[in-house]
């Protein structure tokens, strides 16, 4: 059994992502006291590309699930994108969501609300697990994944430095404040895709569809098609259920 989420290094996410939200209410502040166009579509596109691209077709389709097949070269984009996000490393990501879905509501759940309160899990205060390699023994296997697994810190801290060199602020508006918008969508799944919404499918859990949610991720909110359905990487199946993920992805699939 093996721990891809040491206390160290979850402890240290905690740091940076505390550090990103403080930098987004300021950045948000300036922008509403001192309106600027520029500053706020680069927060918006950004967080659309962390987010749609590098947590949710990345992460979440491509890695946990296999959902898809696509070109070597989108893989690695996903791939940084995602990790951009911070989230956790891919790694340790795909194992959490992995074991998630096999105890989904159980005290096994790392991050279920019923049993560690919507706080902790909405806070990423989620339990420590140990979880098999069984579990992430496809993606292991990747070079790359594992770089950035075990560069996770380094890769964002270039990215940072980079922004910086180019235009402080941009550490604001092309970093902090999309990061934080990520973190924000993963929680609102992991609680109010929990216990706010509607239930299209059976399943031997509490996940529901919910539109708060799914805004809030960027269209990752229909959570109980996605339970009911894990492997199928469009996860709106009714007309109105927007899942943006999913056009990226028919663009990009094999």
Request: aromatic share 14%; with cysteine.
């Amino acid at each position: 059994m093996t721990n891809f989420l040491p206390k160290t290094f979850n402890e240290q996410i905690k740091i940076l992502q505390g550090i990103n939200l403080i930098l987004s209410v300021i950045g948000i502040v300036l922008l509403v006291t001192s309106f600027n166009i520029f500053y706020f579509l680069t927060a918006i596109l950004t967080f659309l590309l962390f987010g749609i691209v590098g947590a949710n077709a990345g992460f979440h389709r491509y890695f946990s699930h296999r959902s898809y097949t696509t070109s070597r070269p989108v893989a690695i984009f996903l791939a940084v994108t995602g990790t951009l996000a911070t989230l956790g490393s891919i790694i340790s990501w795909v194992a959490i969501h992995r074991y998630h879905h096999l105890h989904a509501d159980t005290e096994r759940d790392p991050h279920s609300p019923r049993y560690i309160g919507w706080w902790r899990a909405y806070t990423y205060d989620w339990n420590r697990t140990e979880i098999s390699k069984k579990f992430i023994r496809d993606v292991i296997k990747d070079p790359v994944v594992v770089f950035l697994h075990k560069h996770y810190f380094k890769v964002i801290f270039t990215y940072v430095i980079l922004l910086a060199i180019i235009n402080p602020w941009l550490v604001i508006f092309a970093y902090a404040i999309p990061a934080t918008g990520c973190l924000n969508g993963v929680a609102a799944v992991t609680v109010i895709g929990h216990i706010h919404g509607y239930e299209t499918h059976k399943t031997n859990d509490t996940a529901k569809n919910s539109w708060i949610a799914n805004i809030m991720s960027l269209g990752e909110g229909w959570h109980n098609n996605h339970h009911a359905h894990p492997y199928h990487w469009k996860q709106g199946e009714k007309w109105w259920e927007i899942d943006p993920a999913s056009w990226i992805i028919r663009m990009v699939k094999k």
